[in-house]
């Protein structure tokens, strides 16, 4: 029998708030590779063409697993059941590892040093790009790593007895043990990764006027 709880729709409204909605170019696996069997999405050489496929995979997977994760978080004040927010602590979970692992793949890409037809950086450098600054590359690595080894930390007493041995999802913030995630920040840096996935991944198809049948002319 599922656990039920009180119905708060004033918390209904502070995660609303709290926890913004993600509005981004869906299903860029599929459209990249479409890209790739019409010979238009680079990188040309195989290393690089696996580096951007996985960024891709990853800054979808990324996208795809916030939002269960607000959609079942939203949920969970309205409906009352505790199994909605144990959903969404596990898709949070999700979330955290491939937004590092998509930071990781956006560095690698950016180190092989690719540009555009207009000669600048493909990927910018992390003082121009947030998602691959110092800090933002830092926050999400010890929150990933603390859920990852939870484990060590249990046995090592640093984490609170009465705490969940999984993110702490609050209507603004994520917490496991002794780090935090602003939902805004990850949200922030997820775009922002996205945004570069979606330019090696859209294929944008120009359709011209159909020949005059005579004389073949536009």
């Known amino acids: ?53 996985g960024l891709v995979r990853l800054a979808d997977k990324a996208a795809l697993e916030y939002l269960a994760s607000r959609s079942e978080l939203l949920e969970f004040p309205i409906a009352g059941y505790l199994d909605r927010y144990h959903r969404a602590q596990d898709h949070f979970e999700s979330f955290v590892q491939c937004l590092h692992r998509a930071m990781n793949y956006l560095n690698r890409l950016r180190s092989l040093g690719y540009r555009t037809a207009d000669g600048s950086p493909l990927v910018s450098r992390h003082k121009d790009l947030e998602a691959l600054s110092p800090s933002a590359m830092k926050t999400v690595r010890e929150f990933r790593d603390s859920l990852e080894h939870l484990d060590k930390d249990i046995l090592g007493g640093l984490i609170d007895p009465l705490d969940d041995v999984g993110p702490k999802l609050g209507t603004h913030i994520a917490s496991i043990g002794r780090f935090e995630l602003c939902y805004k920040d990850a949200v922030r840096w997820c775009e922002q990764i996205h945004e570069i996935a979606a330019r090696l991944s859209v294929v944008q198809l120009t359709v011209g006027p159909v020949p005059d049948a005579k004389t073949g002319d536009a």
């Not at 708060?8 to 599929?30: F, N, Q, T």
């Not at 890209?35 to 290393?47: E, F, M, Q, T």
């Open 1 to 53: 029998m599922a656990m039920q709880v009180n119905i708060d729709s004033a918390l209904h409204e502070k995660i609303r708030e709290g926890m913004p909605a993600l509005d981004l170019e869906p299903a860029l696996r599929a459209k990249r590779r479409l890209g790739k069997r019409l010979g238009v999405h680079g990188p040309r050489d195989p290393k690089g063409q696996l580096i951007t496929d």
